[in-house]
């Protein structure tokens, strides 16, 4: 059964840091393209990095280019999400998504095993 399980989330004021952390039991990894998505009360799922099979490639939305750093190991099946400057509007559930796809990476639905979700929140 794969799992994919989150961790590190939690309360942060503006201008704080969190690590988040996803470990996931997943067969050949380093096979899966890994990505962070967010989701806020009433908005879609939004895409917050993602980093291809050899670690080599991170993409960020531009909404936290410079403040966000998305990292894998391929030999502890781990991939991570340092987050620096934290913003208000950071403030949401987490999720860590595997991919098997080579294409439209950016879209939630090309990604075939999720996370349970973990929470940020950052205070003003």
């Known amino acids: 059964q794969v799992q994919l399980v989150e961790s590190g989330g939690g309360l942060a004021q503006a201008g704080g840091s969190l690590r988040l952390t996803c470990t996931a039991s997943l067969r050949a990894f380093r096979n899966y393209h890994m990505a962070w998505f967010r989701q806020d009360l009433g908005n879609e799922r939004e895409l917050v990095a993602r980093?291809?099979?050899?670690?080599?490639?991170?993409t960020y939305a531009d909404s936290v280019k410079g403040r966000f750093t998305i990292s894998r190991d391929n030999d502890k099946n781990t991939v991570s999400l340092q987050m620096n400057s934290l913003k208000p509007e950071d403030t949401a559930i987490y999720y860590c998504a595997a991919s098997s796809w080579l294409a439209d990476l950016d879209r939630s639905d090309k990604y075939d095993y999720w996370g349970q979700g973990t929470q940020v929140t950052v205070s003003s």
């Open positions: 980093i291809s099979r050899s670690g080599f490639t991170p």
